[in-house]
């Protein structure tokens, strides 16, 4: 589990200075930085208004795009500058 405020940090992109740019929305990284500070994804669906069928599918379908395998390297990869990231278009 990450402390808060690295997760904060992670899912805002100020640890490289640049923003994440539109390859995430404001949603996703919400989702990102409820993980990242060790929300099940149970809970970041109740939190968000979603069934967990419906959060898991949504986190494969961001996971894909951002070019990922599993949620710990989605809240890696978020870390990084947009032009480090590779993005899936389907």
Do not use: C, K, Y
Not at 21 to 48: D, K
């Amino acid at each position: 589990m990450l402390p808060t405020d690295t997760a904060r940090t992670m899912a805002s992109g100020h640890e490289t200075g640049e923003s994440l740019g539109p390859a995430l929305t404001q949603e996703e990284r919400g989702w990102i930085e409820m993980l990242a500070a060790g929300t099940t994804v149970h809970a970041v669906a109740r939190a968000v208004g979603r069934s967990e069928r419906t959060m898991f599918r949504l986190l494969h379908e961001l996971s894909h795009r951002m070019g990922v395998s599993n949620r710990m390297e989605a809240v890696r990869a978020s870390s990084r500058s947009p032009s480090e990231r590779p993005l899936r278009r389907s």
